[in-house]
Every structure is written in C-alpha cells, then in structure tokens.
C-alpha cells in the first residue's frame, strides 16, 4: 500500500498554462517535502511544509499543505520548459522519509 | 563540496553475483539512506540508518544488506542479484534531530543491471 499517493502521474503542457499537483495520504504527517528530478540526477528539495494550512511560494510554484496535515499541492503558474520534469512529495510516517510514486511533467514550447 | 559520492556509476552483473554499492557523504549527517527507482514507481526505500551502529529495514529490504560502521560510509551488499533488482540506486543523507529528518540530499545514482 502506498502511504503517499500523487496524481495525475504524467501531464504534458504547454508552455503558459497553469497546473496542479497532488499529494494525498490517510496518514498524518509532521511535514511534507516537496523534491523535483531532472532525468540522470538525484531529487533536488523544493520546500517543506510543516504547518497545516501552510502556503509556501517559490518564484511561480505555490506549495500548500492541507489543514489536517494529509495532503499537499503543488501550483505552476505559466509552466516554462525549464519547468519539465519528475515531481515527488514525501513524507516521514516514522523514522525514514517514503515518497510517492511522482508526477512526470513535460513543457512544451 | 562532494556532498554524498556514490559508486560505481555503472554496474553490469551476471544472476547469481554479489557486489556491493558504495555511498559516502562528507557533510556529518546522521541519516543516511538507500533508495532504488524503477519506472512509474517513484523511489522507493531499501534500508536506513539513524547513526552509526544503527539500521533499519524500509519498504523493500529483502535481497539487500547494510551496515553503518562510521558516520560517512553507509555501503548496500547485494547477497545474489537477480535481475528484479535491475534498478537505479540512490544514497542520500540527512541531518536528524529528534526523530525529525530534514531535506535529503542525494548521490547521482548507480544504474545497475542484472542479467
């Protein structure tokens, strides 16, 4: 069972359009991270949210993290090609971080 | 800064073969981690380490083991590969205070294959 469950699992966009990552659980957490892979690299961290009902916004990402602290989202305003890639969100149920299975975004020009 | 260094880089290995991935991080963390990623399935955890001395299994341990001996090393032993275990490999570390694990930084993989 997947305790982290992101959707959709692929979207490809283009250039200038808006769009929205999900990150559900039935479990709690203390805090969520959000990593994005480019192909050939390890994640790279893009935030952590901590607070339920917290919003964190880099550049043109919005990143929120649900009132019960189960879910999170991530918002792209106007994707940009650089934008392409693999998007993970994990959690720490316990001890170790677990992650969820990702979400491929592909930006089109 | 090396941050965590990962080899090999590339491993092609026979059934039945053992080898081990090495993982090494210079930064003090005392979490550390190994990670395999297969299409579609995100990065899923092989087997953690809290500090020296100290491991545990993650979600898929089985046909793996690991050791902490000093803060820096945290090597993944492959018993007797088998071509299901033909993945990529990440290592990453971590600071941890209190049962809190901060933001994990990653080797840049080993791919390895298993014929």
């Known amino acids: 069972t997947q305790l982290l469950e992101q959707s959709p699992q692929f979207l490809s966009i283009q250039e200038g359009e808006n769009l929205t990552v999900y990150c559900n659980s039935s479990s709690v957490f203390s805090s969520l991270q959000w990593y994005r892979q480019e192909p050939g690299e390890g994640p790279v961290l893009l935030v952590t949210v901590v607070t339920g009902g917290e919003v964190k916004k880099l550049k043109r990402l919005t990143f929120q993290f649900g009132d019960a602290r189960k879910d999170s989202s991530l918002h792209i305003t106007a994707a940009q090609p650089g934008d392409t890639g693999l998007y993970l969100c994990?959690?720490?149920?316990?001890?170790?971080?677990?992650f969820g299975k990702g979400t491929t975004l592909s930006v089109s020009s | 800064n090396a941050g965590v260094t990962q080899t090999p880089k590339f491993q092609v290995l026979k059934t039945g073969q053992s080898m081990t991935l090495q993982c090494a991080q210079d930064?003090?963390?005392?979490?550390m981690s190994w990670y395999r990623q297969d299409p579609g399935m995100g990065l899923r955890l092989i087997h953690y380490s809290v500090g020296a001395g100290i491991t545990d299994q993650g979600e898929v341990p089985n046909g793996y083991n690991v050791s902490r001996s000093t803060t820096e090393d945290f090597p993944l032993r492959l018993l007797s590969a088998a071509p299901s275990q033909t993945s990529v490999y990440f290592c990453?570390?971590?600071?941890?205070?209190?049962?809190?694990?901060?933001?994990?930084?990653f080797g840049e993989g080993s791919r390895l294959t298993v014929l």
């Open positions: 990453a570390s971590s600071y941890a205070t209190g049962g809190y694990t901060g933001e994990l930084f």
């Open positions: 994990a959690g720490v149920p316990g001890t170790a971080l677990i």
């Open positions: 930064m003090n963390h005392e979490y």
